[in-house]
């Protein structure tokens, strides 16, 4: 294996198993199904052996076994060996028993064969039948326990809406109080641009006169 063949390995690998993460918390649980579309509700369906496919695969076999065995034999029917004799003189035989018996037994065989199988897929699939409706009970264990499992996630869900109001509660603040400030300093700014004089007679700290000489000192002078 290459260099190459090796990384598309391990990135399938890493990529299935992230997958399979996301589909067991997303898909898997029971409670998950309501929310999902018809699509996630097969792919939910399938991963939970909602169905077996088992059942399908054992009467497409049985069918085709069956009517194999009824073609193969009718044409045998008219099938005929032909050999030399001991002087030369050719014989001729034929197999059209075989082909009745194909056509005969051949069907009994397969489906006695296919009941066995069919017992047990059978056995399973009531189970589960039972199990079902059992659970869809009111009072349940199961039903508790999706109960159990929707309560968290309504309570999950108010947490999370909760802690979002906060922030979108604390952002608007934040963002009023920007504004506050911005719209003081361009209404000071306006202001002072509208009324220069004035704002200096009431900071004269901001523009100090020079202060006039000492009339002691220029007598001293």
Request: negative net charge.
């Amino acid at each position: 294996m290459s260099s190459v063949s090796a990384v598309f390995v391990v990135l399938g690998i890493i990529l299935a198993f992230a997958a399979t993460i996301v589909a067991w918390v997303m898909i898997v649980p029971e409670s998950k199904r309501p929310q999902l579309n018809k699509f996630f509700q097969y792919l939910h369906d399938l991963f939970n052996f909602k169905s077996l496919w088992l059942e399908k695969i054992l009467k497409f076999l049985y069918i085709f076994e069956t009517l194999a065995c009824v073609i193969v034999g009718f044409f045998m029917l008219f099938s005929f060996n032909t050999y030399s004799g001991v002087y030369g003189r050719s014989h001729v035989t034929w197999n059209g028993w075989i082909g009745l018996l194909i056509m005969i037994l051949g069907p009994i065989l397969v489906r006695v064969g296919y009941e066995f199988m069919m017992m047990l897929v059978l056995l399973v699939k009531n189970t589960m039948e039972l199990n079902d409706k059992l659970n869809a009970q009111p009072g349940s264990r199961y039903q508790e326990k999706l109960e159990e499992e929707k309560r968290r996630e309504e309570e999950a869900a108010a947490r999370r809406a909760e802690k979002e109001a906060e922030r979108i509660a604390y952002a608007q603040q934040q963002y009023a109080q920007q504004q506050y400030e911005q719209y003081g300093q361009q209404y000071e700014q306006q202001r002072y641009e509208q009324h220069p004089q004035q704002n200096m007679q009431q900071n004269p700290q901001q523009n100090p006169q020079p202060e006039a000489p000492d009339a002691n000192q220029d007598n001293n002078g």
